[in-house]
């Protein structure tokens, strides 16, 4: 499902012009400020769609059963939201009690406090510290110079004065209540609506996006909406489920261990999961800090550490890649700079949805072609192939991190696989640029010494050779430096291989050859034309008598086409390999006619 733009691979992307570029980035000014200025309807909206992704399989599932699709959504949807009430209920409980109870652990935290004091043997950095922050906090709760104090009575002193408000009324009680509610019970019915509606008009509003995204390709525009659709319905469930499986083993764990409020923390483990990177950490902290001053000893503190030492890492590097693959298709520094920008954009409500909106992002990078910058800059598919970053490192002339990108490469496949499919295709790349002027002979000369540094800090091979008797081997260059970095590449294979090859820059060609000599390979990334080829084995034959010839042209696609006087044409080295090891025909000798025969 690759995003790549149609046409010859190259690492020198299209450019935008300055214009384009002006409004590219205006365009993403303004949709950032309305995202800003509007956070108090599209949060909603945003939690919306999701919450629809996670809800669309579950209907499906109904509709398969024949259940009618109105029912089937009106359904889910009020079940689900009088769920999520329900526990918002529990949970203001939960959190009501534990703030009614915090003050009778105060004796449990102070006892803790001395008994760690204890322990460091009256360290005077602690005992400092600590009386820090009781001056602080006997600051805090000190009155300012006169408050609750009248005017100075005839002896000196101040006369405390009593101000007393009148008992609210009715009126007055319930604006007292209804106000902190009214605002997320106007989201939570925001919400509800819109998922209702969009999950009754699933259909229409699909058809709505295949007509603005391109009607011109009906076909490719609705098999990458349905790809998409599809694909985040079940990561978002399954992220949903993980989670909330999550949260409940948290909470039956500190509920067996004794932990006041385990449904709070279950409910917090479950929600804070959902916050990349520190949301596990955090969601185990709460509990633990809880505990340290609720335990009026050790033994439940040892315990919550150990279940959160066991269950998260068992979650996260066990069960989450057996459910969804091993990564959400998000770079990790994506998922920093998506939570960052979130978070900053739309508060805590963007931090929780930063993991789902930037996924949502990646995907339709990856099927609209003109959103291919989002998969580029937020997924986790490499952004180079193998043979661009071979090409790019051989720029820079950095054979060790070429190197080091081989050695991997070479634990999951073979060398020709890594010649023919890696460094192949990355001399091509240079060859195309040399053709068209962007890279100087210089530059050329600087490629050849990189690639042949690469291969000599290339691990050692355990390629066999097929069995039959291998001659010396010459490869010669055919014109410039890029040809003799392919000669290099082919001699060090067959040199792995156990066969006995050299090589000539082109300024050698036709220097006289070695009678031993028997195979000469003539390499070609620079244009190998019928006549240069003609005009080279002619001198080849004139100056060290007859070779068997093997042209290796390395651009040409799929088979290369063998000319009179060679002995084969090969475009690739695993082909070379066949073609030197291939036993030579022996040409059949005519038998004698016999006196008398007819």
Known sequence: MSMLQPGEPSIHGPVLPGRDQFLTFFAAIAIVTVLYVGREVFVPIAVAILLSFVLAPVILVLRRIRVPRTPAV????????????????????????????????????????RSIKEATGG???????MDMLQDLGREIEAPQAGQGLGEANTDGKPVPVEIREPPPGTLGTLSAVMSPLLHPLATFGIVFIFVLFILLQREDLRNRFVRL??????????AALDDAASRLSRFFLAQVALNASFGTVIGLGLWIIGVPS???????????????????????????????????????????????LVIEPLVGHVIEPLIYGRSTGLSPVAVIAAATFWTWLWGPIGLLLSTPLTLCLVVLGRHVESLGFLDVALGDRPPLSDSELLYQRLLAADPLEAAATAEEYLRQHDIDAYCDEVVLPALRLAQRDAARGALDSERQGKVKETIAALLEHLPEGEEEMPQSEAPPIVVLSARSALDEAAALVLAHRLREGGIPADT???????????????????????????????????????????????????MAEGTATQLQGESAAVSSVAAAVESICAPVPVPATPEPRRLGAA
């Open 74 to 113: 009106v359904a889910v949807v009020i079940i689900t939201f009088v769920g999520l009430l329900a526990l918002g209920g529990v949970l203001a409980l939960q959190v009501t009690d534990l703030v009614s109870e915090l003050p009778k652990y105060r004796l449990n935290l102070t006892e803790k406090i």
């Open 123 to 129: 360290s005077g950095t602690f005992e400092r510290t």
């Open 213 to 222: 995204a391109g009607a011109h390709d009906m076909q490719r525009t609705t």
């Open 262 to 308: 385990p449904l709070l923390w279950g409910l917090a483990a479950a929600v804070l999961r959902f916050v990349p990177y520190v949301g596990a950490a955090v969601a185990a902290a709460l509990p633990f800090a809880f505990v340290l001053a609720v335990d009026p000893g050790w033994s439940m503190v040892a315990a919550t550490a150990a279940l959160f």
């Open 504 to 554: 000539r820059p082109a300024a050698g060609m036709f220097a006289p050859l070695e009678e031993s000599a028997e195979v000469v390979v003539l390499s070609y990334l620079s244009p190998a034309t019928p006549a240069h080829r003609r005009y080279t084995i002619r001198r080849l034959n004139r100056n060290a008598g007859q070779h068997r010839v093997i042209v290796a042209d390395w």
